[in-house]
């Protein structure tokens, strides 16, 4: 069965979602296919730091309301290196803040906004291969409930996070990857309890990383360096609540312990794919590149890519302007590198990685103590957390 539409989204996650409301806002049709279930997108449980430009980007689709009456607006964050803590200030450095809002939450926002009229999205779509991207009628096809359906577009974007179909599709002789795998994992927890501080912390320890973050004011979420290869039977609640009192420092009485609902590890990586577009093929998001969650930016960097690619697009349909689109990989990867950079950054200055005497670990200190003390330094952090300009 053949269907047509202006812009064959695949992926519905973040990427894929803001692409088609912001599209429908500017006039542009699209239908979103998608291997999951509606079920299984909208309890991902993923990041929850939104920038200034992401946040500006889901009120020009219609969908902050419930971001701007649920979200926590953060002035800066605290950094912990040993027994001390100092804070970057955003709003004072930088004139800038983000809000905490979580990508779940963004999620089940953008779902129900498309729902409402949008368009179509296709849940449960297996199999799906693209054809034709070179040409000017590239298709789609998958199956869906025992048929197969195939889907003609105008052009495709490829939402569809690392694993997905769209990125292989670019042929080998044109893609290259850059890659940097982190040898420790991040254990999560999250749990409802109140936060332990009213900002974000990160904190550098002898023992490891730790992070305390949150997703509301009665649900906080936590992260713990380990090894790559512990298992998460062996972290059991008592176990990484005892660590975090331990790497938290000061921060420590003032942490509400209770039952995980939600308990994982994962690995850490960076990564990007380039080029990030071939004939009428265009990737966005995790489907492009990957960031360490150290420097909160792979939503973010998600909804840059689905900024340039809604311009692109909507230049191409109302003023017949092809700029855009073939701008679009050089536009988006100069913003990912940058941010590439500074996970990678603030990855490397926070993480246990070197033995205790070691030179290099004298370096992180030397960074941390210089960080603490330069102004210049804190409006580096500053601006690239609140996040680049597009």
């Known amino acids: 069965m053949e269907e047509r539409t202006q812009v064959g989204i695949i992926g519905a ?25 509606r079920s299984y997108v909208e309890n991902r449980i993923r990041a929850g730091v939104l920038e200034q430009g992401t946040v500006g980007l889901l009120e020009e689709a219609g969908v902050a309301e419930r971001l701007h009456r649920e979200g926590l607006v953060h002035d800066g964050v605290e950094i912990g290196s040993g027994s001390r803590r100092f804070r970057i200030d955003f709003r004072e450095l930088v004139g800038k803040t983000v809000t905490v809002y979580g990508q779940t939450e963004v999620t089940k926002d953008l779902i129900a906004a498309r729902l409402s009229g949008d368009g179509l999205i296709v849940w449960e779509a297996s199999d799906v291969v693209i054809d034709d991207p070179n040409s000017n009628r590239p298709r789609l096809a998958f199956d869906v409930a025992g048929k197969r359906r195939e889907l003609v577009c105008d052009f495709i974007a490829g939402c569809d996070g690392f694993h997905g179909v769209s990125r292989p599709t670019l042929p080998e002789s044109i893609r290259q990857t850059f890659e940097r795998v982190y040898p420790f994992g991040w254990v999560g927890i999250l749990a409802d309890v109140p936060p332990c501080s009213p900002e974000l912390i990160y904190a550098s320890h002898d023992h490891g990383f730790a992070l305390a973050s949150m997703r509301s004011l009665t649900r906080s979420r936590y992260y713990l360096q380990c090894d790559l290869d512990d298992k998460i039977e062996e972290w059991s609640d008592a176990r990484v609540w005892d660590e975090l009192k331990v790497r938290l420092g000061s921060a420590s009485p003032n942490i509400t312990t209770g039952p995980s609902i939600e308990k994982s590890i994962a690995p850490l990586r960076s990564f990007v794919s380039t080029p990030m577009q071939h ?104 601006e690239n957390y609140v996040g680049l300009p597009f």
């Open 279 to 382: 004939g009428r093929l265009f990737l966005a998001g995790d489907a492009a590149h990957i960031v360490p969650p150290t420097g909160a930016k792979g939503l973010n960097l998600a909804a840059s890519d689905v900024h340039y690619l809604c311009r692109a697009l909507v230049a191409h349909y109302k003023t017949n302007n092809d700029d855009l689109l073939a701008a679009y990989s050089d536009t988006a990867l100069a913003r990912v590198w940058k941010a590439e950079r500074f996970s990678w950054w603030m990855t490397m200055l926070l993480h246990k990685l070197h033995a205790p005497q070691s030179f290099e670990r004298q370096m992180q200190i030397a960074e941390l103590d210089y960080l603490a003390s330069s102004r210049a330094a804190q409006v580096m952090l500053a």
């Open 13 to 37: 996650g973040p990427a894929g979602l803001l692409l088609a409301r912001l599209l429908k806002v500017h006039g542009v049709e699209s239908v979103i296919v998608e291997a999951r279930s």
